[in-house]
Structure formats: structure tokens, C-alpha cells
């Protein structure tokens, strides 16, 4: 990683030399700054009881966004951020935050929403020092109907880069009176030996400073369990939440029950990824998931493999043996 007045992106000054970064020609990105919507598929994820707007870019929008991604990544980053960055993780957020008496958690609501065209064109156009017009056209690559896009893989770093500022103050105020602060996407979390209501609303007031509603506020005391980023913090334990616990224990119970087909193979992609996920905290669980994926140990089977007929028509390619695993649920 370098600083940002090495990134190649830096006080770029011409439509010739952002094509030759993102790989296109001039006349394709004039295109894609122009109707976005039409380089983006747009659907609907349901979380609980809410549908969640989804737009994902598609065809040539998906490369140049994956080209900004890798330009973009490469810049340095605070040791507070924890999103998007290799090598740290939701678990690396809460394990800042270990063996510390009191924690504070604030949300960010709608950050992605509320990072506004202007403020992305002034990244560009002040922070990267990029020439007027190719501040535009990267604004405007970055956005479609006018927000970050939420199935992009850029739009977690922009959001961040564009707010830098405020998230710099927050962590000042933080190392000022003694605090330690993790930021994972649009969650800030405080920790220390005592933190007190009037630094509370200091940070909530940097956030309003910066147009932002700070929402979903949570104190925990010494003795709490704290739970963070999906992350019981205990003393000086990390832990799987008990929630999450049961779902594994009723899924892997059920499977145990459960006869080769369908259905069970589709329980077992769903049970693999909840291992694998509780074992990015508690090494036990990434035991389980091997124990998982070994055949005719503990009861446990891999998902049936099905061979479809040759195909007999001319023309027709004989199909190959279906192994049914999507992605982890």
C-alpha cells in the first residue's frame, strides 16, 4: 500500500490517461458516464421482514468498477478501518475492543445513501486533486441514479474516502481522552477504562457536523457481554453469539436426520458457510466443517453427485457430473 499522492489515480489530468488506467477506450467511458442506469442490474434482497434495493453493475461497468476497486484498495488506510481492508475483518473489529471495561457502539444510518454526488466529486476533485472534468467523469462512474451503488465493489471505499475527514475527527476525539475506536463500514466502536456520556454525544455531534444521523447507540458496562459486529467480546474471549449457535446446532441436527436428496444437499451448503463463518471466530467450529465434508464419518455425507444422460441429438454436448454446490448460504 502506498500514499495517496502515489496512487496513479493522482492529480490525473486527462481523459486519455484514465482510459489507459481503467483499461478502455476514451469513447466507452463517455458512454458510461452517460444514462449509468443502464450498466446496472437492479433488484431486491429481502432482510427479514425489509426488501433491500440492490444495484449491481454489469458488462463493461463491472470491469472498469473492478479496475477503480484495485487502484483504489491499494491506497493506505487508518489502522482504525476495518472494512475492506486485506487482512482485517469484522473479528479484527471486535478484537480491538478485548479486555476493555466499558464499549460504545454507533451506526451511521443510511451511509451509503448519504454519501451525495458532490461530496464524491470533491473527493475526487480536491483529495485526489484530479482535473475538473475527470473529477466528473469519476464522480459519475461511481454512481448510478445518483448514489453509490450497493452491489459494487467500490462503493464500500468511496463512501469511506469521501468522509475520511469526519471519521479522522471521530478518532481524534477517541485518542484524546484515552479511547480505543474500530470503524467496520458504517459501525463505530469505542472502548476503554471509562467512557463518559458528555464524549458520547461529542461523537454524536461530529457526525451531525458531517450531514450524517448517528443511530442504534449501545453502552455496555464492565460486566456486560458485548456484542460487537456480530461478536460476543467477553474479558479476553471472543465468541460465536448464541443465536447463531442454536441455528448451527437445529441445522446440523436436522441434517443428521435428513435422507440423500435434494433438499439435504441444499441444508449442507447452508451449514457448511454458517461453519465456516462462526469459524473465522471459534477455531472448534472450522473442525466441524471438516467433520462435514468427510464422507461416511459421524453420519455425515457430501452432497449427491448426479450424472445426466448422454445427450443423443446431434449436435448435443454430452453433459459432465453436477456437483450441486452454489454459494455458502
Known sequence: MYPIEQSPLY???????????VKAHPHELTDLC?????????FSLRQGSKLRPISTPIDAMKKLHGRLFSLLQR?????????????????????VHIGHRQVFKVDLKNFFPSVSPKRIHDLFLNVFQCAPDISWMLSEMCLTRQH????????????????RCMFDEIFALAQQHGLHMSCYVDDLTFSGEHITKQ????????IRKHLLTPHKFRFYGHTDSKLITGVVVSGTNISVRNKHQLIIH????????????????????????RLHAAGIVDPTYREKAKHLTRANIDNFRKPTITKT????????QADHPVCHQGSLG
Open 11 to 21: 492529480r490525473l489530468s486527462t481523459k486519455r490517461k484514465l482510459a489507459d488506467l
Open 34 to 42: 452517460h444514462d449509468t442506469h443502464r450498466h446496472y442490474r437492479f
Open 75 to 95: 491506497i493506505e488506510t487508518p489502522d482504525y478501518l476495518h472494512s475492506g481492508v486485506p487482512g482485517r475483518s469484522y473479528v479484527t473489529n471486535a478484537r
Open 148 to 163: 453509490l451503488p450497493t452491489g459494487s465493489s467500490i462503493s464500500q471505499v468511496i463512501a469511506f474516502m469521501s468522509y
Open 199 to 206: 464524549i458520547q454525544y461529542d461523537v454524536k455531534c461530529v
Open 250 to 273: 437445529e441445522q446440523l441436527t436436522l441434517y443428521q436426520g435428513m435422507v440423500p436428496g435434494k433438499q439435504r444437499d441444499e441444508l449442507w451448503r447452508k451449514l457448511l458457510g
Open 309 to 316: 444422460p448422454r445427450a443423443t441429438a446431434r449436435g448435443s
